[in-house]
Structure formats: C-alpha cells, structure tokens
C-alpha cells in the first residue's frame, strides 16, 4: 500500500500515508491560493499570502483526511477492518478489506464521509463569523476552507461509482433489486456514463480555449471511468468464482520440508527445484508452520546456513486457513483482508492441501477464457 507513498503514522489503529502525487497537488493549490489571496488582499505582504496558503492548503488535506477517516470509523463499527488510508492527488481512499455484506452497511459506511465534511463545513464558516472582527487573514483560510468541504460534499454525492454519491446509489439499488452483483453492474454502469460526461465536458472547455479547466475537468473523468470499468471487472471476477469451494482449487502437492531445515538447504533443493513461493513446514509429522519466498528474502543471506525454517516461518497459531468446502470468494476476501497469498486447507486437524493466489487467478483465468 506504502510502496509509492510515504507513511504518516496510525490513526485509530489505522496505517495513514500520502501518495507521491499528492505533493504535486498541494504544490499547485499553495500557489493558486497564493496568487488568490495576493489579488483580493493586495494590501497583505507577499509572505503572509504565502503562508496563508500552506495553511491553507494543510488544513484542506486535513479535512480530507477526517472524510476518509469518518468512512474508516463507520467500516470498523460494523466490523470491516481498515486496512489503510492513503491521501493522493485526487483527495484520498480508505482501503477497506472487504465489501459491505448489507445495503444498509454500505448506505452508512458511504454516506460518514459526506457527513464529516458537511460538518467541517459547518465548522469553518463559524469560525469565520467569529473571527470576522478579529483577523482577515483567519476569515480569508475558513472561508476558503468551509467551500471547499461544501463543494467536495457535493461532487462526491454525484451518482458516479466509485464516488461516495455512487456507493450510496449502489446501496439504493442493492436495496431494492436484492443483488450485490446486479446493483453493482447498474452502479458502475452509471458510474461511466458519468464519466463520460466529466471527459466529453473537459473536451468542450479546450475547445472553448479554457485549457487547464477542461484539461483537469476531462483527467477526473478519465479517473472515473477507469475506477468505475474496474469495479465492473470485479463483479466478472467474484462471478467466475461463484461455486468453487476450496477443495475443487487446492493443491495437495504442496511441499513439505522439516522445521530443522536450514534455508540455504530449502534454497538449494526446493526453491530452485520446484520454483515455488511457500512451503509448509512440518515438526513431528504435524503442521507447525509456514515459509515463504519473501520472509527468505528478508533474511541476510550470511545466515541462511545457521537460520532453520522453524526460526523464521509464521507458526500455524498465527495461519489463516479455511476447510475444503469453503467458498472460493471466502478464501479471495481472507487474502485481500489479510494480505496473505497462500492459505492452508485443513479438515479436523490434518492437512488436504493449500490455495495460492497466483493459482487461484489461473483457475478464474481459464474459466473466463473458456466460459464456463
């Protein structure tokens, strides 16, 4: 998740980060306020419209943050774990592991995000009232500020999914057609054809020689239909899965190598024999745990002879593992939830084998090519 951004730090036990572009974003919305600030206070000094600006500019980000953080509040309440939260250059997303189970937990996670805003709102334009008499400087910022929540209330309630206004439609929908994956189709459908008229309006505006405006009016368009094509493609996924339990996907040839195994040994007579990424590790004919190619990759290689599986696998306590009738689309929402991509399969105990991510999209792969 943090592989392009830069982490914050946690909020609510949440990993909070800021993508690379989201620097570009504050950059220019620093100078535009700047330039705002120098034109309708032409009597400030040139430093004070500066920093006004990356006040500004913060506090925005911050306001964007708490929208993101009242969708991650409401998700935990009904027990959808967050997984991050990440500011970019378009506001941000709280990546939560795994979709709503009701119409009305979707509703209510979709709509917190919309309602902090309209609080900060709320807020901002009080504070501007208050220190009216007080400083320009603090109304112009609040002032700035209680639009622009306004203004984000109101184009995240447009009926484009994934926007939140296209979550709460989805939610709408689901409600009354009783289908997740139908009401999702309808969303995402409108979703696009929202975007469209974001890209077809962006064109317009070049044409009419507004360049930046309708450059920056077609690019959220492109954004959109992208996000809402994805989400469509999603629904295909989930829908190949649809009747696979675990036992019809599972290898059970998986390796299984001793806990007194040394990595260099596992290194030079599994891993480049078998070339596979995980290994299930055995102490005393039972499972004790598991190993993968990325916690091998964590290890210096000075101690690969001296470090023995057993030293560094993720011991079964602390396994995901799923039974052999278990839905296929279960198994996909562990992985996500918990980033994992192996799953052991177990049954009263005793192993029967385990699921890769890697397989388990091949498996979706040739049923999409094939139809079935």
């Given at each position: ?9 946690r909020i609510l036990g949440i990993p909070v980060g800021v993508n690379y572009s989201w620097f570009i974003i504050f950059a220019l919305i620093t100078v535009t306020l700047g330039g705002q600030f120098a034109y309708v206070y032409p009597e400030w000094l040139t430093t004070v419209h500066y920093i006004a600006g990356i006040i500004t500019s913060l506090l925005f980000f911050l306001s964007v943050l708490l929208h993101e953080l009242g969708h991650s509040f409401a998700a935990k309440q009904k027990g959808i774990k967050v997984r991050a939260i990440t500011l970019f250059i378009f506001g941000g997303v709280a990546q939560i592991t795994r979709e709503p189970d009701r119409p009305m937990t979707e509703f209510y996670i979709a709509i917190m995000g919309p309602v902090v805003s309209i609080a ?253």
């Amino acid at each position: 998740m943090f592989t392009q951004s830069v982490r914050l730090g946690r909020i609510l036990g949440i990993p909070v980060g800021v993508n690379y572009s989201w620097f570009i974003i504050f950059a220019l919305i620093t100078v535009t306020l700047g330039g705002q600030f120098a034109y309708v206070y032409p009597e400030w000094l040139t430093t004070v419209h500066y920093i006004a600006g990356i006040i500004t500019s913060l506090l925005f980000f911050l306001s964007v943050l708490l929208h993101e953080l009242g969708h991650s509040f409401a998700a935990k309440q009904k027990g959808i774990k967050v997984r991050a939260i990440t500011l970019f250059i378009f506001g941000g997303v709280a990546q939560i592991t795994r979709e709503p189970d009701r119409p009305m937990t979707e509703f209510y996670i979709a709509i917190m995000g919309p309602v902090v805003s309209i609080a900060l709102a709320g807020l901002f334009w009080v504070l501007s009232v208050v220190f009216q008499p007080i400083s320009e400087v603090v109304v112009a910022i609040t002032q700035w500020l209680a639009r622009i929540n306004f203004i984000l209330v109101v184009f995240n309630m447009i009926p484009g999914f994934p926007l939140d206004g296209g979550r709460v439609f989805r939610a709408i929908v689901w409600f009354y057609v009783e289908s997740y994956e139908q009401a999702t189709k309808i969303a995402s459908g409108v979703g696009q054809a929202v975007a469209y008229v974001f890209i077809l309006g962006g064109i317009f505006l070049i044409v009419g020689g507004y360049w930046i405006n309708g450059l920056w009016i077609a690019f959220i368009g492109w954004f959109l239909l992208t996000a809402a094509q994805q989400v469509a493609q999603y629904v295909i996924f989930k829908s190949a899965l649809r009747g696979i339990k675990s036992r019809d996907i599972m290898q059970t040839d998986c390796p299984r190598v001793s806990a007194q195994t040394t990595v260099s040994a596992l290194i030079d007579e599994y891993l480049f024999r078998t070339g596979r990424r995980a290994f299930l590790v055995i102490d005393r004919d039972s499972l004790a745990g598991l190993v993968t190619l990325h916690q091998i990759k964590q290890l210096p290689r000075d101690a690969w002879h001296q470090t023995t599986l057993g030293d560094i696998m993720t011991p079964i306590s602390e396994l995901h593992w799923v039974y052999p009738d278990t839905d296929i689309t279960e198994v996909l929402d562990i992985m996500n939830a918990e980033d994992v991509n192996q799953i052991p399969v177990l049954s009263n105990g005793k192993l029967e084998g385990i699921i890769g991510r890697n397989h388990l999209l091949q498996v979706v792969q040739t049923r999409l090519d094939t139809g079935v």
